[in-house]
């Protein structure tokens, strides 16, 4: 025999006025929820402070060590060659595998003996080439203000040897006056022909002394670029 009170409780479910009820439902228990709830409490006491344990940490120089199995390739490679030749005299202590070098630390240094006696010599070759630059400079000046002396002396001798060339005609001197004073006239002109010929070529040998002068210095930049080459140095940090 059947409930009569089941039989209504589940018919009421099935109704349409089913779902609307349990909307409701929910909505009563919760706002008794919220009416019945408390707000939490606040307390002025501050809290005990808690222990702690605390050590001082110490700076310390390590070696950045990874130990792992593969291959390992370095990201930067650095492959120096030798431009110069000559004996080692020092390699850096801590050139070794897994320490750390900054950059700019000698590495590698050759022997300068050889490449600092050829400095010097080529020092001595520049200040020779300077010195015989200055002199033919001084000669240019000096010549160039001599041209206008012998000019002016050949003139005065050729004027002489004219007057006394009119002074033979009329007996009034002698024949070896007359050839003395065209001496005279011979060797200013040859005179002059040396001076000019000296100024023409003058330029010439000036120009010849400023190139030993720079191949001098040229030399001078290499020897100090060999010295210069014989230091290895860290190109960086690594």
């Known amino acids: 025999m059947r409930n009569p009170t089941m039989s209504t409780i589940q018919h009421f479910l099935k109704g349409r006025y089913a779902a609307p009820a349990f909307a409701a439902l929910g909505i009563l228990i919760m706002l008794m929820v919220i009416l019945s ?5 606040h307390s ?7 222990p702690v344990s605390v050590i001082t940490a110490k700076q310390q120089a390590v070696v950045p060590r990874i130990t792992g199995h593969g291959i390992v390739r370095p990201a930067t490679r650095h492959q120096a060659v030798a431009e110069v030749s ?4 020092m390699v850096h202590p801590d050139l ?48 160039a203000a001599s041209l206008p002396l012998t000019t002016e002396n050949l003139r005065i001798a050729k004027k002489e040897l004219s007057r006394k060339t009119n002074l033979l005609k009329r007996a009034a001197i002698s024949q070896s006056q007359v ?27 000036i120009a010849m002394a400023e190139a030993r002068l720079n191949s001098a210095k040229a030399a001078i930049n290499l020897q100090q670029r060999n010295i210069e080459r014989t230091a290895f140095q860290m190109p960086f940090d690594g």
Do not use: M
Not at 37 to 41: E, R, S, T, V
Not at 44 to 50: E, G, H
């Open 44 to 50: 002025d006491t501050p809290a005990a402070p808690l």
């Open 86 to 89: 000559g004996r080692v005299t």
């Open 96 to 143: 070794q595998p897994g320490v750390f070098i900054p950059a700019g630390t000698l590495l590698v240094q050759l022997d300068t003996t050889d490449y600092q006696l050829a400095l010097e010599q080529v020092k001595a070759d520049y200040i020779s080439a300077q010195s015989s630059l200055r002199e033919l400079l001084e000669q240019q000046t000096n010549l």
């Open 179 to 205: 050839d003395s004073e065209r001496r005279n006239v011979n060797q200013g002109q040859q005179e002059k022909l040396n001076l000019e010929r000296d100024i023409a070529i003058l330029p010439s040998t």
């Open 37 to 41: 709830g408390q707000a939490p409490k």
